[in-house]
């Protein structure tokens, strides 16, 4: 079945480490996303990519970094100088060129700073 | 830019009984609307959309929504509601067609009660 995998499910951060979140997707979707959900907040998007080799900054991309070097691959690393990272996050991807604008979700990774 | 409210952080509803969640948004173009539900620890899963045509949108699990321009809403709703509805609810809202922003409510939790 066709999905979007997001590892790890949990993971948990040292203070000044930086960590990647990966998300893999099997959609063929040509776009994709990374939010950050925190409790009664909604999800804020950190960044996004409609193409290969391209992505922008969303609402709060300061201290967060991606990279978009294959299709179905959208990796986010959260940087130390992201000074609460303790969230939710999640990766989701659609297709407006095929008619598909609502979003796929993964089943997301919860981080912790320690 | 668009917004989105949702009105009720929580609402409580004895098992069978009827549901209403609200939803409220504000944009000066034409949107397309979204309900996701979130069950706990896990990602966000698409409920029903609205993108044009028909007003009354069905979706899966037995909801349905209903776009109303004048009022600026997009309400769910679901004539008898069981235990496994339980969770949390998010409404979106984006510009029609291409690669457009959604924005997030900030998520309604149903509970429903035996």
């Known amino acids: 079945d066709g999905g979007i995998t997001q590892s790890p499910k949990y993971l948990f951060r040292k203070e000044g480490q930086n960590v990647t979140l990966s998300c893999e997707q099997n959609?063929?979707?040509?776009?994709m996303y990374w939010y950050r959900q925190d409790p009664g907040q909604g999800l804020r998007l950190i960044y996004y990519s409609q193409i290969v080799n391209d992505f922008q900054k969303g609402d709060i991309a300061e201290g967060y970094s991606v990279s978009r070097e294959k299709k179905e691959s959208f990796p986010l690393t959260v940087t130390s100088a992201q000074k609460n990272p303790t969230a939710f996050y999640l990766c989701a991807s659609s297709d407006p060129t095929q008619g598909i604008y609502g979003y796929t979700f993964g089943s997301g990774t919860r981080l912790t700073v320690v | 830019a668009q917004s989105v409210t949702q009105l009720d952080s929580q609402v409580p509803v004895f098992e069978e009984a009827p549901v209403e969640l609200r939803c409220n948004y504000s944009?000066?173009?034409?949107?397309?609307l979204f309900w996701y539900v979130q069950y706990p620890n896990q990602g966000l899963q698409l409920l029903l959309k609205y993108l044009s045509g028909s007003t009354l949108v069905k979706g899966i699990n037995g909801f349905e929504a209903e776009f109303n321009k004048s009022q600026t809403s997009f309400h769910l709703r679901k004539p008898s509601v069981h235990i496994s509805d339980t969770a949390e609810y998010f409404c979106?809202?984006?510009?029609?067609?291409?690669?457009?922003?959604?924005?997030f409510g900030t998520g309604t939790k149903l509970q429903v009660i035996p």
């Open positions: 944009s000066s173009v034409s949107v397309y």
């Open positions: 979106a809202v984006t510009p029609g067609g291409g690669y457009q922003k959604v924005t």
């Open positions: 959609l063929n979707h040509d776009a």
